[in-house]
């Protein structure tokens, strides 16, 4: 009948007024595409907003969330605290590395503001969601290379007469998942590996 009609509307939500969270969440593509030298996954948390790399003297904490110290940030892998309790340093990064960038799915940064779900440190809060298996298989291969034919020599090493210095940088990563049983049971696979030649 012409004379019947039907119209959708959708609106987006200008303010958020159920909480006062200001989080940066990044979806498995913007992961993949970010630039991360050397596959450290606190690499991706400093792409939000008031998050940068901790270059404060007390070591341990890849990342500083609104000028807080390293150790009032908490990361949490799939909802699960992350964290040493003794020394209130998270157990990933550049030296304790336990999953890579091609195994996240989902990164959530929440920084001030946070509900209570968020709780436990001052900083900031920081959530992994990794990969699973579904009924659709999937899978990625990918290979990055970056050497001495690529970058060029230092003024200071230009200054002084002194050879641009050796070094090959390999990174690899690979994943496939599928059903073993359809809507049952599910499988996840991820490989990766640095190798650095100096």
Partial sequence: NPDIRITVT????????????????????????LPNPGNDLTYIAQAAPGVVMNTDSQGAGNLSMLGMPSTSTLITVNGMNDRDTGSLHNNVGALNLL??????????????NYSGQ?????GGHVNYITKS??????GNAQYY???????????????????????NANQWAASV?????????????????????L
């Avoid at 959708?10 to 595409?33: K, P």
């Avoid at 968020?118 to 001052?122: D, I, M, N, P, V």
């Fill in 10 to 33: 959708a609106e987006t939500t200008i303010l958020q007024a159920d909480n006062g969270d200001l989080s940066t969440t990044m979806n498995q593509r913007q992961i993949s595409e």
């Fill in 99 to 112: 999953l890579g960038q091609n195994q996240v799915q989902e990164a959530t940064v929440v920084g001030i």
């Fill in 118 to 122: 968020f709780g436990g440190s001052a």
């Fill in 133 to 138: 298996g579904s009924n659709e298989w999937h």
């Fill in 145 to 167: 290379w970056n050497g001495s034919a690529l970058n060029a020599n230092s003024w200071l090493n230009n200054a002084t007469g002194v050879k641009r210095p050796f070094d």
């Fill in 177 to 197: 998942g599928g059903s073993i049983k359809k809507d049952k049971l599910f499988f996840f696979l991820d490989t990766e590996g640095v190798r650095v030649l």
